[in-house]
Every structure is written in C-alpha cells, then in structure tokens.
C-alpha cells in the first residue's frame, strides 16, 4: 500500500510576505496585513479592505461566520489574530512535520489569502502580476523546505503571457510543479482562443499543470445573480454553482481541440467537488453527438469522444462526503483525488479517517496518491 497525498491544503501567508518578495517598482502596490482599533486584522490593498483575516479550524463553520459579521457589525474581536495562528499554518516546517498528525505523507498546498483577491486586482495588471510573483516566489522557499513531500501551488494569470512564461521557466527551476489558473475569460477570450494557446504550451513546455480551484476570480454567470455579494462572506449562489466555472472552461478546452492540440497538458480540478462529472461527461459526449449531427460541424476536429480527453487529462479532487467509491463505481474510472481542505473551516482534520470509511489504498490508488503523481508529472 502507498502513502496518501491530500491534493487541497492551504498555508497562510505570513505577515509581510507580498511585501518582502514583490519586485521594489511596485512595492506600493504589495497586499499587506493591518490592524484596527477593534483588534481585528484585514488583508488590505492600498487602502482597501479585501478581507478579514481569520484563523480558521476545521468543522468551525460557525465561528469563522460569527468573526466576519462582528467585524461587519464594529464589533471587538474575540481573539487576536497573530496570538491565535499555528505555527504550522504558516510555516512550511512546522507544517511538514504536522502532516504525520493528519496521517498523509504529502500535501499540495494552496494559498490561503490568495483566495480572495485575484478579481479586485484585475483592474490593476501591475498590482495583479506583482502580487502573483511575490507568492510564487515564495512557494520556491516552500518547495525547498518540503523536502518533497510539501508541493505549494503557484498563482497566475494568463492574460500577460510574456510574464506567465517567465513564472513558469522559474517554478520549474525551482521545483514547483503546481499553479492555479482562473476558469474564466482572458479579457474577453475564451481559454481555447489562439491567442491564448501559447499560455498552455508554456505549461507543457516548462512541466507545470494548471489547476482550477475555488477563488475569486472572475466568475461564469453576470455580477447581478449574486444578490448578496457585499453583504456574504461567500454569495449564496457562488456555492451553489461552486464547479460550473470549472466545468465550463473545461468543456471549451476540450471541445475547441486544446487538449487535442497539446496532448501533454494536464489539468487538475480541485476543491471545486465531483459529484457534477459523470453526468458532466455524458452531457459532453452527448451534446456533441447531437449538435455535430444538427449542424453539419463540429467546434474543432477531435480524434477521440470529448469524455476520453478528461479521462486522460484531467483529475478531480473529491469531498469524502461525496463517497467517492460511488464516484468511481458510476464513472468506471479512478480519475479522483483525496482532499483535506485543511485548515479551513469546511476543511477536516481526519482526512484518512474520511476517506477509509469510503474506499482502502489497495481499492484506489488513484484516489489516494497516484492521481497527485499524475498532476505533478512524476
């Protein structure tokens, strides 16, 4: 039997991180940690509030809710922030010993504050791309401490491709094999226009694979569906739909032949659930047998059934309470990955507990590490 390897973690970005590695000519613009009167700490961007930092634990859905409305309502904070956060939260040591406690042996690790801010920087490309850099530059130490068995997640954008291939050729020297991607439009360009095409042989090319994870990024449906964004935490219907984004620009990737035209491309989903892609990948193959048929045409030419480029190219993360032996079972396919979620509060602390309960290592080793392998192209 192998080892598991949670395929969603998260480490927090330490106070001054952004400004200690972001390039000196937009210093101004780094994102940066600030107290109020009422001892609650903000992420803030000049001098804008983007979120409220917060020390999550898992299963505590309701404690990180009742933080944010008092902070919401000028309320004192219960708890300090710097006086409350594990070491191993933030510090990739103290995290890779910690990993012995959850019982896997290797993590990816995702941002924890780079959730919740890519979309406001958008109007910046400066403060944007800045940003971006000081946390990658950051995942090389991170990657260097892991020892191999931590594997932070770059961040990027695809709409400066000149700046996307100088990330990627350094994450690469540096170890890093990971970096997360909106599912969204590149200023208007679906993900498989030419113009964009030379961002995913830049993938390919430098041994990076992208993912598509749960942030705030630019979203699928019009601004004005979210009708309590400002007022949430996370908007209602942003929830709801949490995997269409993902799904969608997927659906483009395949059927617009990017994944035809570069068969070397992977692609990870994660944290975004898994319970939509078996009928997902029916209504894929379906559609496009049904309006080939009606139109005479097709979006591009494809030398396999869209499902086969999925089930050769991409790999889920799936909740444990999804029960992803069922998942396996309905899809014929081991295409999942096991995911923690940790530290965050709908994350747990018991991933191999969660897991076992659904499926043994010797039952699915893709679930429990060789999907991980597959995305880190080992």
């Known amino acids: 039997m192998r080892a598991i390897v949670d395929s969603d973690q998260h480490l927090y970005e330490y106070r001054g991180m952004w400004e200690d590695h972001i390039d000196p000519a937009v210093r101004d613009e780094a994102l940066r940690f600030v107290d109020d009167d009422l001892g609650h700490t903000w992420m803030m961007w000049r001098d804008r509030r983007l979120a409220i930092a917060d020390v999550q634990r898992p299963g505590q859905i309701d404690a990180v809710g009742e933080h944010f409305r008092r902070a ?22 103290a995290r890779l010993a910690f990993l012995d406690e959850l019982r896997v042996a290797e993590a990816f690790l995702f941002p924890n504050y780079g959730l919740l801010w890519e979309r406001t920087l958008d109007e910046v490309p400066a403060a944007l791309t800045g940003n971006l850099t000081a946390w990658n530059r950051w995942c090389a130490t991170v990657a260097a ?40 439009l590149v200023d208007g360009k679906p993900l498989s226009h030419p113009e964009v095409d030379r961002a995913w042989s830049a993938f390919v090319t430098h041994g990076v694979t992208p993912i ?43 059927l617009n032949g990017v994944f035809e035209r570069h068969p070397g491309l992977r692609l990870g989903i994660v944290e975004l659930s898994a319970m939509w892609v078996g009928q997902y990948l029916m209504m894929l193959d379906g559609a496009t047998q ?17 499902s086969d480029y999925f089930r050769s190219q991409v790999r889920v993360s799936a909740f444990a309470y999804e029960d992803p032996a069922f998942l396996r079972q309905q899809l014929d396919a081991d295409l999942f990955m096991c995911g923690s979620d940790y530290p965050h509060a709908e994350g747990t602390a018991t991933p191999a507990a969660d897991y076992l309960t659904s499926v043994t290592l010797a039952e699915a080793p893709g679930l429990y590490g060789r999907n991980a392998d597959f995305l880190l192209r080992r």
Do not use: C
């Not at 956060?85 to 510090?91: D, F, G, K, N, R």
């Not at 932070?152 to 020297?173: C, I, M, N, Y």
């Open 145 to 184: 401490e892991g020892g191999g068995r931590l594997h932070p997640v770059a961040h990027v954008t695809l709409r400066d491709l000149d700046w996307l291939e100088g990330q990627l050729r350094a994450l690469s020297a540096a170890g890093v094999r990971l970096a997360m991607v909106a599912p969204a």
């Open 72 to 93: 919401m309502d000028g309320l004192p904070a219960r708890e300090r922030y710097d006086e409350v956060l594990p070491e191993h939260y933030w510090q990739p040591k």
């Open 212 to 254: 598509f994870h749960v942030a705030e990024q630019r979203r699928p449906f019009a601004d004005a569906w979210y009708t309590d964004t400002g007022r949430a935490f996370v908007p209602t219907l942003e929830s709801v739909f949490l995997w269409t984004g993902a799904a969608l620009a997927t659906a483009d990737l395949i």
């Open 290 to 306: 049904f309006t080939s048929r009606l139109n005479g045409r097709v979006p591009a030419k494809l030398s396999m059934s869209p």
